[in-house]
C-alpha cells in the first residue's frame, strides 16, 4: 500500500490541461459498443511528422504496409558515439488510441535519443478493438525481427546503432506490450539483435481482483475504473476477463514464465497512478520467478507523468533510464 498521505499531485498547468484534454476525448470517443470514434479523437491528436530538429533526426520505415506496421526511428545529432543502445519503444493509450506520430510520443522518443544517447525505434502496432489481443504482441515481436534481419538494407540506418544493445521500452499499455514481446523473444533466434533490459514505464496489467490503488484513485482522469474496464473489454480476446494472461502476467491463468529468458527489468510507478499497485506486483512477480526486477516510486507523479518535460520526474525518469541502460549495456 502506499505511503502517499496527500490527496492531490502537484502539477503545471500545462500538464493539467493536457491529461484533461486527454481524458475528455477518451470519455467521449470510447463508445458503448465497444468502437472508438477515431474521427472525433484524431481532432485532438496532434501528429508529427519525421524531421531533423532539437537535436535529432527521425524518419518513418515500413515493416507491413497491409497491417500498417511500421516504425519512426530518431538518431542524435549532437554526440559522436559510434555504438549507441537501441531502445524499441512501444507507446502508450490503452491498446486502442495514440500512434507512434502522435506528437507527445514523438516528443518523448526525441527526449530520450539525446539524453541517453541512444538510437530510439517507436513502433506503430494495430490498436484495438479493430485488432485484439494477440494482434498488438505480434506486430511487437514481428518489428524485432525485421530491425534483426533487414536493418543492414534500411536506407539511412545509422551506423551507430548498436543492436547488440537493445532495450524493450514503453509507458502504460506499451509497457505491458514490452514485456510480453520481451517472453515472446526469447523463442526466437535473432541472428544479430540482442535484448540487454526491459523499460516499463507505469505498466498497464489488470486482475479481476481490484487492488487498492485502483479503488483509491478509481476516479483517476487516464485511467480510472470506467476508462481502464473499457480498455481491457476491447482488448482482450471476446469471452476473456481481466485474469486472462495478457492482463494479469501472474495471475491464475498465467504461464509460468520461470525458464523464460528475460533481461533486467526496471519498472517505474507513481504515487498518484491507480496502477502503481500493478507494477508493484509486477515487479514482485517477476523476482520471485527469479528474474532481475528493480522498483522506482515517484511519490507525486501521475500516470504518463514522463510526457510532460515541465514535470520534475520526468527529468529524474530519464535520468534512471540513462543509467540503467548504462549499467546494463557494459555488461
Not at 145 to 154: E, L, R, V
Not at 169 to 198: E, I, M, P, Q
Not at 291 to 298: M, Q, T
Request: one cysteine or more; proline letters at 6%.
Amino acid at each position: 500500500m502506499s505511503t502517499n498521505s496527500k490527496t492531490s499531485p502537484n502539477l503545471p498547468r500545462k500538464a493539467w490541461l493536457s491529461i484533461s484534454t486527454f481524458s475528455l476525448a477518451m470519455h467521449i470517443c470510447f463508445r458503448r459498443n465497444m468502437t472508438v470514434n477515431r474521427f472525433l479523437f484524431n481532432l485532438c491528436d496532434r501528429k508529427s511528422s519525421p524531421s531533423t530538429k532539437n537535436g535529432v533526426t527521425s524518419f518513418d520505415v515500413s515493416v507491413d504496409p497491409t497491417r500498417d506496421l511500421w516504425f519512426r526511428l530518431y538518431t542524435p545529432t549532437n554526440t559522436t558515439a559510434t555504438n549507441l543502445p537501441v531502445i524499441v519503444y512501444f507507446h502508450g493509450g490503452g491498446f486502442a488510441i495514440l500512434a507512434a506520430n502522435s506528437k507527445v510520443f514523438d516528443d518523448a522518443c526525441r527526449r530520450l535519443a539525446v539524453e541517453v544517447p541512444a538510437v530510439v525505434i517507436s513502433v506503430n502496432y494495430r490498436r484495438s478493438p479493430e485488432h485484439r489481443c494477440p494482434s498488438q504482441y505480434e506486430d511487437g515481436i514481428d518489428a524485432l525481427k525485421f530491425i534483426d534481419s533487414s536493418f543492414t538494407d534500411i536506407e539511412n540506418f545509422p551506423a551507430c546503432a548498436d543492436i547488440k544493445q537493445c532495450f524493450l521500452a514503453g509507458d502504460s499499455a506499451g509497457g505491458n506490450l514490452a514485456h510480453n514481446v520481451a517472453v515472446l523473444a526469447d523463442g526466437c533466434n535473432f541472428s544479430r539483435l540482442r535484448l540487454n533490459g526491459l523499460i516499463a514505464i507505469q505498466p498497464f496489467f489488470g486482475g479481476e481482483e481490484r487492488t487498492e490503488s485502483e479503488m483509491r484513485f478509481q476516479r483517476d482522469p487516464v485511467v480510472g475504473l470506467k476508462l481502464t474496464d473499457w480498455m481491457w473489454k476491447a482488448f482482450l480476446p471476446e469471452g476473456s476477463n481481466r485474469d486472462h494472461p495478457a492482463a494479469n502476467v501472474f495471475g491464475p491463468n498465467a504461464a509460468d514464465i520461470s525458464d523464460v529468458n528475460l533481461p533486467p527489468t526496471i519498472i517505474f510507478i507513481g504515487g498518484f497512478d491507480p496502477l502503481q499497485d500493478g507494477g508493484k506486483r509486477y515487479c514482485e512477480g517477476l523476482k520471485k520467478c527469479g528474474k532481475d526486477a528493480h522498483l522506482i516510486e515517484y511519490p507525486n507523479a501521475v500516470h504518463c507523468f514522463c510526457l510532460f518535460p515541465e514535470v520534475p520526474e520526468c527529468s529524474l525518469f530519464l535520468k534512471e533510464v540513462k543509467d540503467f541502460i548504462c549499467s546494463q549495456a557494459a555488461k
